[in-house]
């Protein structure tokens, strides 16, 4: 027997090929740190280099304000009116009745900004609570009047109060004067809705 017989054959390494996976590139999400406003300023870059021919102050102007008035307005109802038993919606329709007077629902659909099938539904739930009253016209009985009860308005009255509290927080960052040129701007562009021939609940 040779000294060759007894050489031992060194274990063959492993090969880095067959146990090294490959992972796959890591691509950062633009949208990671974004909130529902600051998505504002990505929508703008992000549709200057995808259509570069948009009109990005008018989409600037709407997206902003369109967002600014879903967070006031879910935030007020979620502050607000939820907490109390009552929908965004409701306070709307109590609250132009409280200003405005009784009137028909027709009428009280297009104030509050409400489908009249809306309207309908909705009364219908606050005359049950207690807090609307329902009289249909002496020429047209489908004519319905809608007016608020003594309860309807006690409550209508104090969702304001509260709601107002947390209007007067939302403007604080405005001055008096910021907040007039801000409503001053805004009728100004709703003013033009004609023109627009903007659409609106029916």
């Known amino acids: ?21 490959s992972s796959p590139p890591t691509i950062e999400a633009p949208g990671v740190d974004l909130d ?22 008018a989409n600037r102007v709407i997206l902003t304000l369109s967002r600014a008035a879903s967070q006031i307005v879910y935030d007020l109802e ?19 009745l409280w ?12 104030l509050a900004g409400m489908s009249r099938a809306a309207v309908s539904n909705l009364a219908n739930t606050l005359t ?37 509290q947390r209007e007067t927080l939302w403007v604080s960052s405005l001055t008096p004067i910021e907040q007039q040129l801000l409503i001053m701007l805004l009728e100004k562009m709703m003013g033009h809705r004609d023109i627009v021939g903007a659409r609106s609940r029916q």
């Open 78 to 96: 979620a502050s607000v009116h939820r907490p109390n038993g009552h929908s965004w919606a409701s306070f709307r329709l109590m609250f132009v």
């Open 1 to 21: 027997m040779t000294s060759k017989d007894h050489e031992t054959t060194p274990p063959r390494k492993a090969s880095t090929e067959a146990t090294t996976t």
């Open 36 to 57: 529902y406003f600051s998505f504002v300023e990505l929508a703008g870059r992000r549709l200057d280099e995808e259509i570069p021919d948009n009109d990005s102050g």
């Open 128 to 164: 049950s609570r207690g807090l609307l009253r329902k009289v249909p016209g002496t020429a047209d009985r489908r004519a319905i009047t809608l007016s608020l009860t003594k309860s309807g308005l006690d409550e209508v009255q104090a969702a304001f109060r509260e709601q107002n």
């Open 99 to 110: 200003l405005a007077g009784p009137m028909e629902s027709g009428r009280t659909a297009s």
